[in-house]
């Protein structure tokens, strides 16, 4: 059992940046695919970030490439979503996933993950 709290949501600009935070807790973390994903008012859940704890590699959506980094800190047991250029449409609760096994090309398959945070809210005005 993996137990994660996302932290970091919050209220900016267009512009702006925030840095989302994904404790994990109980069974171990490593090797695990760590998922962000986004859900926008109305819209479904959509897989915007990943990093395999293994080894590093990470996966961007098309759409956050070049704004969004996503990091670890294993001592910390924790992931990071570094989001710069915040645009209206980032607007969404944002949630964070882990899968025990790679990353590869399915990672933006919310149905591949086993366990799931509560979500932190992002609010993105024009």
């Known amino acids: 059992q993996v137990q994660l709290v996302e932290s970091g949501g919050g209220s900016v600009q267009a512009g702006g940046s925030l840095r989302l935070s994904c404790a994990a807790s109980g069974d171990t973390y490593s090797r695990h695919c760590m998922g962000w994903f986004h859900q926008a008012p109305g819209k479904e859940r959509e897989g915007v970030a990943a990093?395999?704890?293994?080894?590093?590699?990470?996966y961007y959506a098309d759409s956050v490439k070049g704004r969004f980094t996503v990091s670890q800190d294993n001592a910390k047991n924790t992931v990071y979503l570094q989001m710069n250029s915040l645009k209206p449409e980032d607007t969404g609760m944002y949630y964070c996933?882990?899968?025990?096994?790679?990353?590869?090309?399915?990672?933006?398959?919310?149905?591949?993950?086993?366990?799931w945070g509560q979500g932190t809210q992002v609010t993105v005005s024009s």
């Open positions: 990093i395999y704890t293994g080894g590093g590699n990470t």
């Open positions: 996933a882990a899968d025990p096994r790679r990353c590869g090309s399915t990672w933006l398959w919310e149905y591949r993950y086993d366990y």
